[in-house]
């Protein structure tokens, strides 16, 4: 029998390290150069990286928009954002200026930092994204960190009666609650037609790992629906709030180039605003959902 010579993992595959950044969720990865294009086994190593740590942080990697653009393609395809602004020139990338779109000025900056939210982005949608790839561009002297929470292990720890109340029950999503407020008239109603409010399960499979998550948000997730709305709006303020325990979370500390990858199907991100009078601005290209969610 002729010995075949034996399968060895790419060379870029050997060199990265991944380093747990916290108990539940996160990774910090080394040893690699976003630069240039990855092996189809590195890729590999960091979807699997992304499966088990939920959240992935590069750092030092002064990447241009073409190589943001293409390290999202690995992972899917690209989607741009009905109202976020993209870099001129590439509309897969999303130009993030203070929060939810608001530049932070004196007058904004009272009304903005109250009304920040945790959330899973883009849950208006049918197939919400499956992940988003952050780079930072303008980093503040001090603070912007972003907070990631485990929506796995926040639904593993409710109660087993509430696990019981939630098994069968489905949530509106409505783009609306959260863009609604600061665009034009015309704009409302051009999302309204193109964005209808979707029902999601409030407890979502995760496709690829099987791992249940609570998955309604603060800025997106609008009603309970079956419930009485006194009743709705109770349990979802108490199931939203969960993400708010530090207990679930991670806590990326920005520094220049810095990259992170969350995979959006298991987690919420929190922006701190903290940072104002100084600017923060990010780009973000986000990777296409696949699926429905499912319960
Ligand atoms: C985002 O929600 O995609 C932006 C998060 C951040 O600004 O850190």
Known sequence: MSAL???TPAADVAAITITPAGPLLGAEIGGVDLRKPLSGDLVAALRAALLKHKVLFFRDQDISYEDHVRFGRYFGELEGHPVTATVPGFPEILHIEGADGTKITAETHPIAR???????????????????????????????????????????????????RIAALDAEHDILQSFGYRISDEKRAELARDYPPRTHPVVRTHPETGERHLFVNHVFTTRILGLEPEDSKKLLAYLTDRVKAPEYQVRFRWSPNAIVFWDN???????????????????????????????
């Open 5 to 7: 010579p034996a399968l």
């Open 114 to 164: 109250p009304a920040n939210k945790w959330h899973t982005d883009v849950t208006f949608r049918e197939k919400p994204s499956l992940a988003g790839i952050l780079r930072m561009r303008k980093m503040p002297p001090l603070g912007g960190d972003t907070l990631f929470a485990d929506t796995h292990a926040i639904y593993e720890d409710l109660p087993p009666k509430v696990k019981a």
């Open 265 to 295: 199907r298991a987690t919420q991100h929190y922006a701190i605003l903290d940072y104002w009078p100084h600017d923060r601005i990010v780009e973000r290209v986000t990777v296409m959902g696949t699926d429905v969610p499912r319960r």
